[in-house]
């Protein structure tokens, strides 16, 4: 099942927007014993981020569980978040890679702390507004699958628990799409029914990513450089950019109008690596990659090689046809996908499924130059 049965006490993280809104209703109104909680995660408002939405979202929770008589709480999470998302977070990307804080705080705080946190509170279940499905298989086991409406399918970001938290996991919106989302959160006169969905990572509203890290990485200038070494001109600091990215580089197109893209960082020179934007560019486009830190939600794939599965490189991305094979015996596989894949990025993650099953991850794997490492 999405939703608890009427006999878990189940508690719902409620960020003070539309998904997670319905999400309480549809729990209020199966009968489910239902709480909110709305969870503290960053102080600087006023400072770093300026425009954040936190104390906008917080106002919004508290209506909403007003609106639908149900208990609410505030939890204060900060310096854990800090801790293990924040600063992971700043620390990749000074490093070289392009973590994802999203998938990190699904693992970490939401169903790691606040489902901690809810178990010793004397809940059964916890709750979140992600669309997609969980089931449970003939072996009892909880499995993870594909949201209905797959323009919102957020499985991608889900992609990094583990079996034993997504057994204490459920989610109301799995089974409907977005447009009856809004029609229910209009049907029910909900404060937040026409309200913006966040974008962008979870704790930073409308500021970029760069700005935010100008903050915590000084900048430390050098050279970019095509993938031959020619000098081309300077960057502010390897931080600021990523894998596959076309604006904001400084280097002007050519007189054909080919327009230059980051393919790699090289930190031992502090050089950023570019090139033209183009299919046939092998420092761009590549079939063959490493992933490390890979887990299986199902155990059947554990310790197995020669996988033929599906594979989400990025969220939002299809399902690819990938080949797994197991290196050795620190968790690192070769992934070959079906097609050649654009730019694919140290630090994010591989969502690997069988059809619309989840069945477990990995991360791309950093090598001397910040590239994904492909496979000899």
Not at 132 to 140: A, D, E, F, L, T
């Amino acid at each position: 099942m999405n939703i608890s049965s009427q006999k878990e006490k189940t508690l719902l993280a409620l960020s003070g927007g539309v998904d997670s809104a319905v999400s309480a209703a549809i729990l209020k109104q199966s009968g489910t014993p239902v709480e909110a909680v709305y969870v503290r995660t960053w102080e600087h408002e006023g400072d770093v981020l300026g425009d954040c939405p936190g104390a906008r979202d917080l106002a919004d929770a508290e209506k909403i569980c007003e609106q639908l008589k149900i208990p609410f709480r505030v939890v204060n999470f900060i310096d854990f978040y800090q801790r293990e998302v924040v600063d992971p977070m700043i620390d990749g990307y000074a490093s070289g890679i392009t973590p994802n804080p999203d998938i990190l705080c699904n693992r970490r705080m939401k169903f790691g702390a606040l489902l901690e946190y809810a178990q010793n509170e004397g809940f059964d279940a916890m709750a979140t507004g992600h669309y997609c499905i969980r089931k449970v298989g003939s072996n009892g086991l909880a499995e993870l699958w594909e949201g209905k409406d797959k323009n919102k399918d957020q499985s991608y970001f889900l992609a990094r628990l583990t079996l034993e938290q997504l057994q204490s996991a459920r989610f109301p919106l799995g089974e409907i799409n977005k447009v009856k989302v809004r029609k229910m959160a209009n049907e029910l006169g909900l404060p937040v029914a026409e309200k913006k969905d966040s974008q962008g990572i979870c704790f930073l509203g409308k500021v970029k990513i760069p700005e935010f890290l100008s903050h915590y990485i000084k900048d430390a200038p050098g050279e970019i450089v095509n993938t031959e070494g020619k000098v081309l001109g300077k960057h502010l600091g390897l931080h600021r950019y990523t894998i596959g990215q076309r604006k904001g580089i400084g280097v002007p197109s050519n007189t054909d109008h080919q327009n230059y893209v980051v393919t790699g960082k090289d930190q031992g020179k502090n050089q950023l690596i570019v090139a033209f934007d183009r299919r046939e560019e092998p420092s761009l486009w590549a079939n063959e990659f490493h992933i490390q830190d890979v887990s299986f939600l199902d155990i059947n794939y554990e310790n197995s090689s020669n996988l033929k599965l599906l594979g989400k490189a990025r969220y939002r991305d299809p399902s690819t046809p990938i080949q797994l094979n197991r290196l050795d015996s620190q968790k690192i596989y070769a992934v070959t996908f079906s097609e050649p894949q654009r730019a694919l990025t140290p630090g994010q993650v591989l969502a690997i499924y069988d059809g619309e099953r989840l069945v477990g991850s990995g991360i791309y794997a950093h090598s001397g130059k910040g590239r994904a490492c492909l496979s000899a």
